[in-house]
T-cell receptor, first 117, second 116 residues
Framework: AQTVTQSQPEMSVQEAETVTLSCTYD???????LFWYKQPPSRQMILVIR??????QNATENRFSVNFQKAAKSFSLKISDSQLGDAAMYFC??????????????FGKGTKLSVKP | DTAVSQTPKYLVTQMGNDKSIKCEQN?????MYWYKQDSKKFLKIMFS???????INETVPNRFSPKSPDKAHLNLHINSLELGDSAVYFC???????????????FGPGTRLTVL
């Protein structure tokens, strides 16, 4: 069974600084996707960034980037120039690709990120 | 124009009652999901339906019964509610076939269920 582990229950960063959230996962599959979701106090699940396992290039979305190490099964999220609005729970998630369709998401336990002004 | 909607957003009820949460998506997707987020914020899949057929049923008490009247709706009915059922329940949907690569899963706003 696939598992996702986030070892940092809470993290804190100063506004405008950079922070890295860690995630490791376990799977025997070779075709899958990895994600970071943001959940602000409004509880809406917001997709931050997605990484395809077959792509060696790390995904980036504006201030958000990932460090994807497939052999190590590691998938960290770097937030640059942190803003107050980045404060939220961040979930790492895994989704298997069934060669044309994708299954349900498997989530880590989350990291609560605080941003200090 | 909400893509995935859930009703109600908040539900407070007494132990032992039966309640339903409704979910509707207007994205034309063929697959819908229910996830449960517990008090520690842990999110876990409960059910998944594809074209009105159950394809995932995790270890969930049989007091929980999903019902999919059509592809656009997946309702969650809960019998004999218990204190431990208090959680946030998220509905989601996606298209279960490759169109141009990845098929994103869209989440509803969540329903916070409180059992007293």
């Amino acid at each position: 069974a696939q598992t996702v582990t986030q070892s940092q229950p809470e993290m804190s960063v100063q506004e405008a600084e950079t922070v890295t959230l860690s995630c490791t996962y376990d799977t025997s599959e070779s075709d899958y996707y990895l994600f970071w979701y943001k959940q602000p106090p409004s509880r809406q699940m917001i997709l931050v960034i997605r990484q395809e396992a077959y792509k060696q290039q790390n995904a980036t979305e504006n201030r958000f980037s990932v460090n994807f190490q497939k052999a190590a099964k590691s998938f960290s999220l770097k937030i640059s120039d942190s803003q107050l609005g980045d404060a939220a729970m961040y979930f790492c998630a895994y989704r298997k690709n069934y060669g044309g369709s994708q299954g349900n998401l498997i989530f880590g336990k989350g990291t609560k990120l605080s941003v200090k002004p | 124009d909400t893509a995935v909607s859930q009703t109600p957003k908040y539900l407070v009820t007494q132990m032992g009652n039966d309640k339903s949460i409704k979910c509707e998506q207007n994205l034309g997707h063929d697959t819908m999901y229910w996830y449960k987020q517990d008090s520690k914020k842990f999110l876990k899949i409960m059910f998944s339906y594809n074209n009105k057929e159950l394809i995932i049923n995790e270890t969930v008490p049989n007091r929980f019964s999903p019902k999919s009247p059509d592809k656009a709706h997946l309702n969650l009915h809960i019998n004999s509610l218990e204190l431990g059922d208090s959680a946030v329940y998220f509905c989601a949907s996606s298209q279960n076939r490759r169109l141009a690569g990845y098929n994103e899963q869209f989440f509803g706003p969540g329903t916070r269920l409180t059992v007293l």
